[in-house]
């Protein structure tokens, strides 16, 4: 136990003791000082080193690829409750049978079951 409570003082006291540069949104210049990043940043230092841009570009990689997984995830989940609340599956208030069995609440024809194969019959909705 005091070994584990030792090792734990020893690496927060590392952690403390990091440089400022290795705080996100800091970046090196090519002459070897810091600057805290953003528009202009090293401008009269000869411009950001290369690891620096190397690093900006795959943040900016990192980040598009997060934003196009949470869209991808959102549709998703919005497919799943569609499921899940039956509007495929449930012919009540349906304007189409599709192709594949499932259902279409299209309020035109136009698109009914566009993703299913095409529509197999359009069903009466006046009754």
Same mark, same amino acid.
């Given at each position: ?10 690496? #927060?006291?590392?952690?403390?003791? =990091? ?5 996100? *949104? ?6 070897? #000082?810091?600057? =805290?990043?953003? !528009? ?15 690093? #900006?570009?795959?943040?900016? &990689?990192? =980040? &598009?690829? $997060?934003?196009?997984?949470? =869209? &991808?995830?959102?549709?998703? $989940? ?7 609340? *039956?509007? $495929? ?7 189409? $049978? ?12 136009? *698109?009914?079951?566009? !993703?299913?194969? *095409?529509?197999? !019959? ?6």
């Amino acid at each position: 136990m005091k070994l584990l409570r030792a090792f734990f003082v020893a690496s #927060t006291m590392l952690a403390l003791s =990091a440089p400022a540069f290795a705080q996100k *949104g800091t970046v090196t210049c090519k002459d070897g #000082t810091t600057s =805290a990043g953003g !528009r202009g940043a090293c401008s009269s230092h000869g411009g950001i080193g290369k690891m620096a841009k190397a690093a #900006t570009k795959a943040d900016a &990689k990192v =980040a &598009k690829a $997060e934003k196009k997984a949470d =869209a &991808k995830a959102a549709k998703v $989940e919005k497919k799943m409750d569609a499921a899940a609340r *039956g509007d $495929e599956t449930v012919a009540q208030g349906a304007t189409a $049978e599709c192709k594949d069995h499932t259902y279409s609440h299209a309020k035109t024809h136009q *698109g009914a079951c566009s !993703r299913h194969g *095409g529509v197999a !019959r359009f069903l009466d909705t006046k009754k």
